[in-house]
């Protein structure tokens, strides 16, 4: 069964179509990569897989689980966790703590333990807390657990996003435009980073960027949208081939 | 008891009201930690106190289960109207938990059995003032478990950026509303000791700028931590006794120096520490939750 | 009588719109709530009746001072409480609270100056005291006055708003403020004909709302602020028409509530209708639905 299946998925905005009939598939432990340019509608595509936007028509299907209506709130609790192409830190708040409402979902203690300060509660704050401390050391951001978010670098930022994503533990983990912004360097890092979790198990990561030679070197598959529609979808050999892809695209790499 | 009260001096009531102020500026805290702008303590401060005054005077219900029956009352209202009006932002929340509050007066203002105009007299005397700062330690000690658990962050992420926080899994209509009904049993309580404080009740208490007031206090001390609403309140409530020799001076210097501060210290008194750390560390808010916890 | 209570929910709701269309213009391009805005509206009243009372001065004379004061006014809280605050913060609640402290200082200084009574206008004072007669109802001079001066004024000031450099400004500061200032906005000197329109428009209001009541008191601005914005809201942020509307549609509702129902319920009303267009519109008649709903 495949992790993530959408199907003629369509969302338009006031008579333009931003998705158009979109469909593919991913499998569990795959790193998929969504190229295209820019408005092509790939963010959209995101927001209505997280269900921050309705689609018109088509649907999401998530492990056998239709989500396609289904609250922001609902489809995080089945899984996904996500990125933004715009960082969306909590930025008065710890790099830390930013963290750690990435990992809201995993705590299930009440207000009563917490005013009691029960042993219940103290240990899942101390095992999220370790929990937190080695995704901010995977993400290099350990020295910088105590500052403000706001006061980030732009990449470091990006970093910290990816860590509270992952403190989800999600099945999927969907990045919009992880590497914008990245010299060279840091592009290779976190592709090796993405390599090494996937490997891991338990991880699915679907990828939206604009780094065409970073995405063809990193993605077991890849879709190519343009105009809200897919173009092609396939290896990355296969896409690169494809003729309406070179013609369309192409060339814009980083 | 008035007189006594005048006869020792205002002390005993200052101190008094630093309490009940500093539990009012908390009430707005916890909704403003959550991102909303809510004026309504004021509203759900008359319930409490309107409430308990009714109940232990018609009913004959004794002191402390008139209090925690209000809160029930108020709690239910707010949970009541939260859901609908919580979908509403920024000013035109604010403005409508105002209208919210007038509504509350004008009812007390018209309503025989609240009195009308002439108030309610005779309220069995029976809060103490350590009652009151019993309660605001209370509160004091929840908002500090409350900011170093999931639900406080949960509400801090809400506040900031309510999208994002729904993507993590957090259901944000459910903790608006909870942080709405929490900040009406506060005000609620207060209302209640209020009551049985002074034995007197008039509507004209629960007004438009009395709720302004109460935001003043806690935007005034920061909204960085539950310390700035109380530093807030503390503070605004004894400027005006400490310019007290200044005579009809008084509210004059006391806006001019509110003014001054604001302009300086934009995001609150609690700004201050900002200057004692090093420019890489500067934190606007809360100091960090995890020292280790206690084992 | 029915005539004559439409005829003053008009006047009323002249008035309204006047002290409305400068806080609508001001929360449409800053969003913020202007809390000294009725304490400027209380020194335009309170400025006319010493001038008439006890200076003995013409009501023209006394309305064009006022107006001159009150712009100085505007100056004034731009300058002590918003703009010292532009470059520093970011959020809504700082301006709030420096503006509702600059509006203490205000109140209170006014007590100071003029004491704390409600006063009374000069008999004779007021040069409009004749009426027109329309059906079997009345329309004072005054009351004439008021709605044309509101109705000029609002047209004044919408025509600004949409044809000229200034109000090309103030546009584009309501749409992006960062574009604007990159597009070459003077977004300082905008921000402060804003507040000097909308302070005079308020003083204009206290001026004639004192004389049409005969009376004036340093508390007068406090009640004109919760109207205010519930006007505000009704008619849609930042839209000056929409102040316009927004203030006779409350005008009326109080009006109306007073005559079918009870004078107790007067101020009731306005926020029932509140609560209905937000229940129903929050942006109001004529707002932009952006930004209302969480």
Redesign the interface.
């Known amino acids: 069964m495949s992790l993530l299946r959408l199907e003629s998925l369509s969302r338009s905005f006031g008579g333009v179509k931003a998705v158009n009939g979109v469909s593919f598939e991913v499998e569990p432990g795959q790193l998929y990569g969504v190229i295209g340019p820019n408005g092509a509608g790939k963010t959209t595509l995101f927001n209505l897989i997280t269900g921050l936007i309705r689609p018109d028509s088509g649907s999401v299907v998530l492990e056998g689980v239709e989500t396609t209506r289904k609250s922001p709130e609902q489809i995080a609790r089945l899984g996904i966790a996500r990125t933004y192409q715009t960082i969306r830190l909590f930025d008065t708040m710890t790099v830390r703590e930013n963290v750690m409402v990435g990992g809201h979902i995993g705590l299930s203690y009440n207000l009563l333990d917490v005013f009691t300060a029960r042993s219940r509660y103290r240990q899942a704050e101390r095992a999220l807390f370790k929990r937190v401390d080695g995704l901010l050391q995977t993400v290099g951001l350990e020295h910088r657990a105590e500052d403000e978010a706001g006061a980030l670098s732009y990449g470091e930022q990006r970093r910290l996003e990816l860590a509270r994503a992952l403190a989800a533990q999600p099945s999927l983990l969907m990045l919009d435009e992880p590497a914008a912004g990245m010299n060279t360097r840091e592009a290779i890092d976190l592709s090796n980073l993405l390599r090494q979790l996937v490997a891991a198990g338990g991880l699915t990561v679907l990828i939206i960027e604009h780094n065409v030679k970073l995405m063809m070197g990193l993605c077991d598959r890849i879709a190519v949208m343009n105009f809200g529609e897919k173009l092609a979808e396939g290896l990355p050999s296969e896409v690169r081939r494809n003729a309406s892809v070179v013609e369309a695209y192409l060339g814009k790499s980083e | 008891m008035q007189i006594v009260l005048d006869f020792f001096g205002s002390y005993g009531y200052l101190i008094y009201l630093l309490a009940q102020n500093s539990v009012l500026a908390l009430s707005v805290y916890i909704t403003l930690m959550a991102g909303q702008l809510s004026l309504a303590s004021i509203g759900f401060m008359a319930i409490g106190a309107y409430s308990s005054a009714l109940l232990s005077m018609n009913a004959g219900l004794p002191y402390p289960f008139s209090l925690v029956f209000a809160a029930l009352i108020a709690g239910s209202v707010a949970l009541l109207i939260g859901g609908p009006i919580l979908r509403l932002k920024g000013v035109y929340l604010a403005i409508t938990t105002v209208g919210f509050g007038e509504l509350m007066r004008f009812i007390a203002l018209n309503w025989d059995y609240t009195g009308g105009a002439m108030g309610l007299s005779g309220i069995p005397a029976a809060t103490e003032t350590w009652h009151v700062f019993a309660f605001l330690l209370l509160l004091i000690f929840g908002f500090h478990q409350l900011r170093r658990s999931r639900h406080g962050r949960a509400l801090v992420a809400i506040g900031r950026d309510e999208m994002a926080a729904r993507s993590m899994g957090i259901p944000t209509t459910r903790y608006k509303v909870s942080a709405f009904v929490a900040g009406a049993m506060m005000a609620s309580v207060t209302g209640s000791f209020a009551a049985h404080h002074t034995n007197y009740l008039s509507p004209s208490e629960f007004s438009f700028s009395t709720a302004v007031l109460v935001l003043m206090y806690a935007v005034f001390g920061g909204l960085g931590s539950h310390w700035g609403p109380v530093l807030g309140a503390i503070v605004l409530t004894l400027l005006p006794e400490m310019f007290r020799f200044l005579q009809d001076w008084r509210m004059i210097i006391y806006g001019m120096s509110v003014l001054i501060v604001v302009i300086f210290l934009p995001d609150g008194l609690l700004e201050i520490r900002k200057l004692f750390r090093r420019k890489k560390d500067r934190v606007a808010h809360a100091a960090s939750i995890m020292e280790s916890p206690k084992a | 009588m029915l005539t004559q209570q439409i005829i003053n929910a008009l006047s009323q709701g002249a008035f309204y719109a006047l002290f409305a269309a400068g806080l609508t213009l001001i ?1 449409g391009v800053l ?1 913020i ?1 202007n ?1 000294a805005h009725g304490a400027v509206f209380m020194w335009g009243a309170m400025i006319s009746w010493y001038l008439m009372s006890v200076l003995g001065v013409h009501f023209g004379f006394a309305l064009l001072i006022a107006i001159v004061f009150c712009g100085i006014m505007g100056l004034l809280l731009e300058f ?2 918003f703009r ?2 532009r470059g ?2 970011t ?4 301006p ?3 503006s ?6 205000l ?3 006014a ?2 100056v003029f004491g704390t009574r409600v006063v009374r206008y000069p008999e004779d004072a007021v040069p409009f005291a004749k009426y027109v007669e329309i059906g079997d109802a009345q329309i004072s001079m005054l009351q004439a006055v008021l709605m044309l001066v509101a109705l000029v004024l609002m047209g004044a000031l919408w025509f600004m708003v949409a044809r000229t450099r200034l109000g090309r400004s103030i546009r584009a500061l309501q749409e992006n403020p960062k574009v604007a200032r990159l597009m070459g906005v003077d977004v300082d000197r905008t921000i402060t004909w804003m507040f000097v329109i909308a302070s005079v428009m308020a003083g204009i209001a206290g001026v004639f709302l004192g004389v049409a009541y005969n009376s004036a008191s340093p508390y007068m601005g ?1 009640w004109v602020d ?1 109207k205010g ?2 006007v505000i ?1 009704l008619g849609g ?1 930042g839209s000056i028409p929409g102040a316009l509307i927004g203030g006779l549609l409350i005008a009326f509702a109080e009006i109306g509530t007073v005559v079918f129902l009870s004078s ?2 007067r ?2 009303a306005v ?1 029932v209708v ?2 209905g267009m ?2 129903l519109k ?1 942006s109001g008649l004529l707002g932009s639905s952006r ?4």
Do not use: C, N, Q
């Not at chain 3, 959020?91 to 700082?94: A, S, T």
């Open positions: 929360f969003d709530l809390m002590t409480a010292p605050l520093r913060s959020g809504h609640l700082p709030l609270v420096s509702l402290a600059l509006s203490i200082v109140v209170h200084v007590e100071k406090h919760l914005f519930a809201i942020m107790d319920y101020d009731a926020f509140l609560m937000l229940l929050p930004e209302v709903r969480a």
